[in-house]
């Protein structure tokens, strides 16, 4: 057991029970259940199948045609649905097993908290530091300042408390331009190009919209001087190119239908250093929430072959990953080649715009390429900049029906995939550390993406009373590290992927993890360790053979001196 995880029943009681796979043959076994898992072992005490209890979204009791027996639907909230069945007898663990995945809304703690070793120090809680990442870009400088307005997260509550803004901007400014702009989300800095001058900053909607605005072709909105100031200081910070672009995520009918609820976008008209908007099309989060419940159904609990390139096809997921992927090349391309400073956000910026900005930086920095980089950029562009984790996940919420749900940070998991498969040398990391990333946002056990933003994680002390994610990473940093990384040959390079479909592949290794007809063709695991293991042997000989060089070449300088 991990620490702090304890049975839901007596730990000696042995409760038979069968794991049912849909069209395959059944599992059986003992059946053990904790506040953190459910485990199914053989006659060994081998574990033969576990599931976190964060992972299910739904568990619901069904009678089979005995009587004696009861069977539990777990409805997942990844790609696996768990069938069990166990003798109805065992009703005090059934009605435990109903509400223990749950605890949120059952009033309880959830079990990163009780999970938690209050003896060893979590290093995990310490890898991003907002000031640190800031002077790694140069900041203060370059035009840039790190200002204190949010220290106590009052300004804006689903904001870091660290922002970096242009340093002519002081508070009463941004005091104004937040007062047009949703939740309080002002334009701050992701990324700078210390060399160009180029920026990369986000935010949320402008508010020039309401309720009587009509919508024609002379559109017009309620202006805010403040607001315009504001983005004029931003583009001219860049001293290569005093004019910038506008990359609005949404679709452009989206943005109009936010009008009536008070929502806007820049009209060039109105900012005179930006140049032109973009509306980048991308669909909302009932769209994409849609379209990965349609995935599901066809990767589990069995693939129709015949017809799994249409059917693939309906659930549009592949094509939404393109889109992603080609509306960050877009910028990437603006921000490198044209030497231009780009601003983007959606609606309220916590999800289309976290996607956009950390693959935009992916490609454009190296750093982030690399395990330690990656931890920071997701720490960075959506734990600080506030995506909704606890809401778009429901983590211990049994509401499985909530519309808030939705697999915004999967997308963005599944992009950085694609980019891996095109640059395999460029990434420290391997496909297996996306893969435990995204297994155990749902886990439970770690603190790391519990809670809706940073304001929140501070307030529950997160990082003295739960676990870090990233430190059981780092803790197993060899199993996660790519064999093929090149430092060397990839350290300055700007990443411009292929976005085609005949580029892009469909992945595998974690959709079809818990397929019960997918078998892996290798042992990864073994292979990586063995490649990582054979890396290091060559460069060994290399830096010998090096050393045996000068040492040579010392020698036959001396012979010659003689």
């Not at 059952?106 to 290093?123: C, G, I, R, S, Y």
């Not at 940073?454 to 060899?478: D, G, H, I, M, P």
């Amino acid at each position: 057991l991990l620490s702090g995880e304890e049975y839901l029943t007596s730990a000696e009681e042995c409760i038979k029970a069968s794991l049912c796979h849909p069209y395959g043959p059944e599992d059986n076994g003992n059946l053990h259940c904790t506040n953190h898992r459910i485990c199914l072992t053989d006659v060994h005490n081998q574990i033969k199948f576990h599931l976190d209890l964060g992972m299910i979204s739904k568990i619901e009791k069904i009678q089979v045609k005995s009587i004696e027996q009861c069977r539990l639907c777990i409805t997942c909230r990844d790609m696996q649905d768990v069938y069990i069945e166990l003798d109805s007898r065992h009703r005090m663990l059934i009605e435990k097993l109903k509400e223990a995945p749950f605890p949120l809304s059952n009033k309880e703690n959830m079990f990163a908290f009780t999970h938690w070793e209050k003896q060893l120090p979590d290093p995990g809680w310490n890898i991003y530091n907002p000031k640190d990442e800031l002077m790694r870009l140069g900041i203060p400088g370059h035009a840039w300042q790190i200002t204190n307005i949010n220290s106590n997260y009052k300004f804006a509550p689903t904001y870091p408390a660290v922002l970096a803004v242009p340093d002519s901007a002081d508070n009463s400014l941004l005091e104004n331009v937040g007062s047009f702009r949703s939740k309080q989300r002002i334009p701050v800095l992701s990324w700078l190009n210390r060399q160009t001058g180029a920026s990369l900053t986000r935010c949320s909607q402008a508010l020039g919209g309401g309720k009587n605005m009509v919508i024609s072709k002379g559109l017009s909105f309620k202006r805010n001087s403040h607001d315009e100031m504001y983005l004029k200081k931003i583009m001219e910070s860049n001293a290569s190119q005093p004019n910038g672009h506008v990359f609005d995520a949404r679709p452009y009918k989206n943005a109009l239908a936010n009008i009536a609820l008070g929502g806007s976008y820049e009209l060039t008209t109105n900012y005179s250093n930006i140049t032109s908007v973009s509306f980048m099309g991308i669909h909302n989060i009932h769209v994409m929430r849609q379209s990965f419940m349609k995935l599901k159904e066809y990767v589990y609990p069995i693939i129709d072959d015949t017809n799994w390139l249409k059917n693939l096809e309906d659930t549009h997921w592949m094509e939404y990953l393109k889109l992603i992927l080609h509306c960050t090349v877009r910028i990437v391309k603006m921000i490198n080649a044209d030497k231009t400073s780009v601003l983007v956000h959606c609606t309220d910026g916590w999800d289309r715009t976290s996607q956009l900005t950390a693959l935009a930086m992916l490609m454009l920095d190296p750093f982030y390429r690399t395990i330690e980089g990656f931890i920071i950029l997701i720490e960075k562009e959506w734990l600080s900049f506030g995506h909704m984790f606890q809401t778009r996940l429901g983590v211990g919420d049994k509401n499985s029906n909530n519309q808030n749900r939705s697999p915004v940070f999967v997308q963005f998991i599944d992009c950085v995939y694609q980019l891996l498969e095109q640059f395999s040398n460029a990434f420290q990391f391997n496909e297996q550390f996306l893969i435990a990333i995204l297994n155990n946002i749902y886990s439970n056990r770690f603190g790391t993406f519990l809670y809706d933003c940073e304001r929140q994680r501070v307030a529950k002390e997160l990082n003295k009373k739960t676990a870090s994610l990233w430190t059981f990473l780092l803790n197993n940093e060899e199993m996660y590290s790519n064999p093929f990384y090149n430092k060397e040959n990839t350290g300055e390079l700007v990443l411009i992927p292929v976005v085609s479909m005949r580029k892009m592949k469909f992945w595998k290794g974690y959709y079809f993890q818990h397929n019960p007809h997918f078998v892996k063709q290798f042992p990864f695991t073994k292979t990586n360790l063995e490649l990582l293991k054979y890396r290091k042997f060559l460069k060994d000989t290399l830096s010998e053979f090096k050393s045996k060089s000068v040492i040579s070449n010392i020698n036959s300088s001396e012979s010659l001196e003689v």
